[in-house]
């Protein structure tokens, strides 16, 4: 029997609080009333990054914006969609994000990959959909990023209305609510991919919804 789709109903859902396994991993947190922002140093060990990477080299492609994003910038980079590889080593580091975050596959999208040279940038922009954008899958909820590549200058990812910025670091993991407890979207959320001065960043991203398959949680 195949499992009924169904909603977190993001209004009133555990998606807005930290995963049930936050408390378990020694977090440093970035606390700020508007928005909850986490990073976890070491998420992904070097040679798990370095694998990713290089899976992810003769695939990218010019990263696109979606309409919902142009009246807010735009972005230089290159992305790899690592789904279409069918491979059991990605849907590994799937599965970690998944077990870390407490929410099961079916509610979030496929990992992608983001490179970013030289003057490369990612301008002030949401994660998440306007309401009247929002698509079957529903709202975005957690936005999950890890580092692949140290990168020698530049290239931090700065929450603009929070004056916030995270530095790249080998295997971090930047994590954050795109919404508020309401279930509306927070604007403090926009951030902007600065640009790369010195070395290359690359970067995986998974976005969690709040619709899916099945139960939600793992």
């Known amino acids: 029997m195949s499992e009924k789709k169904a909603s977190l109903s993001y209004k009133k859902s555990a998606a807005l609080v930290p995963g049930k396994n936050f408390p378990k991993l020694k977090l440093n947190v970035v606390e700020k009333n508007q928005i909850q922002l ?3 140093d070491n998420f ?4 798990e990054c370095e694998q990713i990477v290089v899976l992810s080299q003769p695939r990218f492609e010019y990263s696109t914006t979606e309409g919902y994003l142009e009246d807010l910038g735009f972005r230089t980079s290159k992305t790899c969609h690592l789904y279409k590889l069918d491979n059991p080593f990605i849907k ?3 599965g970690k994000i998944a077990k870390c975050m407490g929410i099961r596959l079916p509610y979030s999208e496929d990992i992608q990959v983001q490179k970013y040279e030289i003057q490369e940038e990612y301008k002030a922009h949401r994660d998440y959909f306007k309401l009247t954008d929002v698509s079957k899958g529903g709202q ?3 936005t999950f990023m890890v580092y692949l590549t140290e990168v020698a200058k530049g290239g931090g990812t ?4 929070l004056d916030v910025t995270i530095s790249p670091k080998l295997g971090r993991a930047v994590i954050w609510n795109n919404l508020h407890a309401t279930g509306e979207p927070n604007r403090s959320t926009v951030h902007q991919g600065l640009p790369v001065e010195e070395g290359t960043k ?3 991203t998974k976005w969690f919804r709040d619709r899916g398959v099945g139960r939600a949680w793992c």
Do not use: G, N
Request: hydrophobic share 50%; no cysteine.
């Open 38 to 40: 986490y990073s976890i």
């Open 44 to 47: 992904l060990s070097p040679a």
């Open 92 to 94: 590994s580091i799937e």
């Open 140 to 142: 975005r909820t957690w």
């Open 158 to 161: 700065k929450f603009v209305d």
């Open 202 to 204: 690359i970067i995986i």
